[in-house]
């Protein structure tokens, strides 16, 4: 131990960094360096591996943050914003932030969840609408098969290239896709109204059965109207050639 302190006064530097006073400052205090009062610490046992400057940094880190908080109160309680619903001037601290956006929501927290089921009601009535108006716009059936219930309609693209619109137009396919036919009026010569079984059988298959049947039915009217075409004209023909045969038997 060096002989110019006494125990009482390394004891006692030991127990003021104990109770929280930092090497530099003992070192100070005392008018020794303060590799002394380390060597003294580390003796005793109770040198925790913390600096002074550390101590200092982490002092300073938690006045900044109490500072920063009542700084914040302190905007809260000075600033306020008029709800676009209630019409109540109250502090931003009761205004949700817009994500994504460096501002506030219109609409205080007590107005937002009231307002937003009112505009989900909204736009879902809007949409059933702009649904409505484009099936009847297009027929309210299935040009294919004539199916009639809206639940299986879908607007299938009459020369191809649905996937290459969708992905233009950011992947958005159903209303979204319906108000965009709705802003163009409702084009029929590139869309058409079918059913969810048609378009698929169009899509995967490249036909659909019920247009194979329709030209099978169809093929089977004209066989049967070119074979009566034809017994026509061997009954119109008849008189002359028994005409012919008897003229020949003379």
Avoid at 93 to 115: D, N
Wanted: charged share 25%.
């Amino acid at each position: 131990m060096n002989t110019r302190h006494s125990e009482g006064t390394v004891q006692a530097a030991i127990n003021a960094y104990v109770a929280g006073s930092s090497p530099g400052t003992l070192a100070e205090q005392l008018g020794v360096s303060y590799y002394t009062i380390l060597f003294w610490l580390k003796r005793a046992g109770v040198y925790n591996g913390l600096n002074h400057e550390t101590d200092r940094v982490v002092r300073i880190r938690e006045a900044n943050k109490l500072r920063d908080e009542r700084l914040a109160q302190q905007r809260e309680a000075r600033f306020e914003k008029v709800c676009a619903e209630c019409h109540q001037s109250l502090p931003v601290s009761e205004f949700y932030p817009i994500k994504g956006r460096a501002r506030l929501h219109p609409y205080c927290k007590a107005c937002c969840v009231p307002h937003n089921k009112s505009s989900a009601e909204k736009r879902k009535l809007r949409d059933e609408t702009t649904r409505q108006n484009l099936f009847e716009a297009y027929g309210n059936a299935c040009n294919c098969c004539g199916e009639a219930h809206q639940t299986f309609f879908t607007i299938d693209h009459i020369h191809g290239g649905g996937s290459k619109e969708r992905k233009a137009g950011g992947g958005k396919g159903g209303i979204v896709f319906y108000r965009k036919l709705e802003r163009l009026g409702f084009p029929k010569d590139k869309y058409r109204l079918l059913c969810a079984n048609c378009n698929h059988s169009l899509g995967v298959y490249g036909y659909c059965p019920h247009t194979l049947d329709h030209l099978a039915t169809i093929g089977v009217a004209l066989a049967f109207l070119a074979e009566e075409e034809t017994n026509e004209e061997v009954q119109a023909q008849a008189p002359k050639r028994h005409q012919e045969t008897e003229a020949q038997a003379s």
